[in-house]
Nanobody
Framework: QVQLVESGGGLVQPGGSLRLSCAASRSIFSVYAMGWYRQTPGLQRELVAGFISGGYTNYADSVKGRFTISRDNAKNTVYLQMNSLKPEDTAVYYC????????????WGQGTQVTVSS
């Protein structure tokens, strides 16, 4: 079992920045994929940014140029740097990780609230 713990959410004004962190209880050196998703009430959870082994990184069109996903293997942590935040970025942000162990193991964090408002 792997635990993912998100942090860094909060209230920020439009145009501001936040950095989310996702700390894993297992080494992410050989993780198959990790990413950040977000969800607002009544809508499906959507991928914001993610990467798979081999270095391929993907971003939602709505955040390209504003958000950056990165990783620190030594700290088993993945980050989401969010700049130029907009009110429509308001959501609960979830960390997701896929590990290969025979099959694919999928894990979710508990979520962290990001609110962009003046």
């Amino acid at each position: 079992q792997v635990q993912l713990v998100e942090s860094g959410g909060g209230l920020v004004q439009p145009g501001g920045s936040l950095r989310l962190s996702c700390a894993a209880s297992r080494s992410i050196f050989s993780v198959y994929a990790m990413g950040w998703y977000r969800q607002t009430p009544g809508l499906q959870r959507e991928l914001v940014a993610g990467f798979i082994s081999g270095g391929y990184t993907n971003y939602a069109d709505s955040v390209k140029g504003r958000f950056t996903i990165s990783r620190d293997n030594a700290k088993n942590t993945v980050y989401l740097q969010m700049n130029s935040l907009k009110p429509e970025d308001t959501a609960v942000y979830y960390c997701n990780a896929l590990f290969r162990s025979g099959g694919i193991e999928k894990y979710w964090g508990q979520g962290t609230q990001v609110t962009v408002s003046s």
